[in-house]
């Protein structure tokens, strides 16, 4: 049975870091696409950043280019999420999810399958 399950949120200032990590367990990890998707409170789902199983060229959202790095490894099943220079409008509950086919040109929320239970991210003083 696949299982997705993020770890790492929590308070922080703004300006600070904090990284979120994503374990996966039940298929072939190496051959998926992990994603990172948020959703504030009002607000749609929205997708932040995608890793391919080969790690290269990930995509990100314009809103967190520069600031948020991806990256994964294949032998520990996890993929990770380092986030500096974290803003208010960061505020969300973080989730990870796989698509099979690794990802897709844009960050669709429905064009990945399987999900974890999310982690609260909150930046303020």
């Known amino acids: 049975q696949l299982q997705l399950v993020e770890s790492g949120g929590g308070l922080v200032q703004p300006g600070g870091s904090l990284r979120l990590s994503c374990a996966v367990s039940g298929f072939t990890f190496g051959w998926s696409g992990i994603g990172w998707f948020r959703q504030a409170p009002g607000k749609e789902r929205e997708g932040v950043s995608c890793i391919s199983s080969s790690g290269r060229s990930p995509n990100y959202a314009n809103s967190v280019k520069g600031r948020f790095t991806i990256s994964r490894d294949n032998a520990k099943n996890t993929v990770n999420l380092q986030m500096n220079g974290l803003k208010p409008e960061d505020t969300a509950v973080y989730y990870c999810?796989?698509?099979?086919?690794?990802?897709?040109?844009?960050?669709?929320?429905?064009?990945?399958?399987?999900w974890g239970q999310g982690t609260q991210v909150t930046v303020s003083s």
């Open positions: 999810a796989a698509r099979i086919t690794g990802c897709p040109p844009w960050l669709d929320p429905g064009a990945f399958g399987s």
